[in-house]
Nanobody
Framework: QVQLVESGGGLVQAGGSLRLSCAASGRTSSRYGMGWFRQAPGKEREFVAAISWTGNTYYGDSVKGRFTISRDNAKNTVYLQMNSLKPEDTAVYLC??????????????????WGQGTQVTVSS
């Protein structure tokens, strides 16, 4: 089992930045891949970014060039640096983990473990 806890969400003005963190605990000796998804009210969950155990990354089209995913394996933590935020980035951001550490997946079904989410609100 892997437990995931997100932090770093909040209220920011358009054009601003936030950095989200996702701390993993439990079965952290495994080499797992990580992803970020987001869900806005009334919308389907959307893929944001993913990173493999070795650092390969993959981004959703709507965040390319603005968001950066990274990880610190020693701290069992994954980060999502979000720059040039837009009101349409407003959502609950969820962290996810897969034990297939070599992959970077944009599919929700590719992840076995999920955090509770952190709210990001971007005002215009």
């Amino acid at each position: 089992q892997v437990q995931l806890v997100e932090s770093g969400g909040g209220l920011v003005q358009a054009g601003g930045s936030l950095r989200l963190s996702c701390a993993a605990s439990g079965r952290t000796s495994s080499r797992y891949g990580m992803g970020w998804f987001r869900q806005a009210p009334g919308k389907e969950r959307e893929f944001v970014a993913a990173i493999s155990w070795t650092g390969n990354t993959y981004y959703g089209d709507s965040v390319k060039g603005r968001f950066t995913i990274s990880r610190d394996n020693a701290k069992n933590t994954v980060y999502l640096q979000m720059n040039s935020l837009k009101p349409e980035d407003t959502a609950v951001y969820l962290c996810a983990a897969t034990l297939y550490g070599g992959t970077v997946s944009n599919k929700q079904t590719g992840y076995a473990y999920w955090g509770q989410g952190t709210q990001v609100t971007v005002s215009s």
